[in-house]
């Protein structure tokens, strides 16, 4: 996968430092778009969590603050280390050059396992990440044999809470109005958003039980939505209702992400025929494995 074929993944992805934090690694060229607390840009990862929240007052840094706002022609501006880490952190620094504007631009790399991908690989990533033990109780509606790994992958964040909403977003101090932008009405949290949004609700879980000839769907909460997946129906059996939950899920939250960065707003029947296209390729990809296929006239009828 390159980044240019999927570049609404890569960004996406870049904005779920907290979690990529271990993928993304951003190398230092004239320092102008880096961002010196949350990328990952030296050896101890995100600064704001290796220094901890108080850093950008110890060290005078705003939060927002590019790393070539932590240095002038001279060097880097950095008050005296009043702990550990910060000690470590300017042994770090006095030892690398300071960015300047001969070197370029700064750079993101995808790494896995400390090996720099040609772009983000989501089969790779989804591999390292991948639970190989301890599994938890939601595991199997989050990764079972068949899934779509950028599906999969969206799903694993958002059933980890990390999904970067708005307001998570004002929980990390960033100034944001933490209004749903699709609906208007109430905070984007990820329950808000997936669920039981009006979008959500009205529009799209609407329509697949309708679709799969359920009563309509309400989910109070997250976990409501993962006990659904495993409902043994004969209809609408857990396989099919894994892909449907994932895809939905990626869906919607790709909806909100071009309202949020592109102001480009889609109806929900047209985010639901998209869903529905989805779904079909998700089946018609993997119609040699016995399990897939019933699901396709069960999905159709
Ligand atoms: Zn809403």
Redesign the pocket.
Known sequence: MSVASDSWNWRCLLRLRDLAESFVKCNIGNGRAASFWFDNWTPFGPLIKFVGTDGPRALRIPINAKVSDACNSVGWILPSPRSDHVMRLHVYLTNINRPTDDKGTDSYEWMVENKICDGFSARRTWSVLRPRANLVDWSSSVWFKGATPRHAFNMWTANLDRLPTKSRLAAWGVQINT????????P?TRD??LL?????LYFIWNAVSSRLHLPQIVFGSWSDLISWTRVLNVRSPPTLRKIIAQAVIYAIWKQRNNLHHNQIYVLPSVIFKDIDRVIKNSITARRLNKRFRLLMSLWLH
Not at 196 to 200: P, W
């Open positions: 209004t749903c932008g699709l609906c208007s009405l109430l984007e808000h958003l039981t949004c009006d979008y959500a």
